[in-house]
Nanobody
Framework: QLQACGGGSVQAGGSLRLTCEAP?????EFWSYEKAWYRQAPGKQRDLVASINSGTPTYSADSVKGRFTISRDNSRKRVYLQMNNLSPDDAGVYYCNFRRAGREFWGQGTQVTVSS
């Protein structure tokens, strides 16, 4: 249902843009979901990084504020996570998540590796 891509290996200070696409959703359905990116580092829990929902301000975790930006393209049914000034602490598997009352979808995860 959700297809995530854009991960990779970068050096500290570099940038990546993650993309999550929902090709099977119609536009009105895409709009209705709260969309988020989560990160899971090895041996750690999956943590919320950023979220976006229609009619409310976007949310960013304190650790990524000023560096990561979540955005969406309703016409393309995509949500993005622009990640700038990456540090080794940002490494992990990033998952996109769509959620609304009674329904939730996860993307397959995309690996981000940051070398110092």
């Amino acid at each position: 249902q959700l297809q995530a891509c854009g991960g990779g290996s970068v050096q500290a200070g570099g940038s990546l843009r993650l993309t999550c696409e929902a090709p099977g959703m119609i536009a009105s359905e895409f709009w209705s979901y709260e969309k988020a990116w989560y990160r899971q580092a090895p041996g750690k829990q999956r943590d919320l990084v950023a979220s976006i929902n229609s009619g409310t301000p976007t949310y960013s975790a304190d650790s990524v504020k000023g560096r990561f930006t979540i955005s969406r393209d309703n016409s393309r049914k995509r949500v993005y996570l622009q990640m700038n000034n990456l540090s080794p602490d940002d490494a992990g598997v990033y998952y996109c998540n769509f959620r609304r009352a009674g329904r939730e979808f996860w993307g397959q995860g995309t690996q981000v590796t940051v070398s110092s």
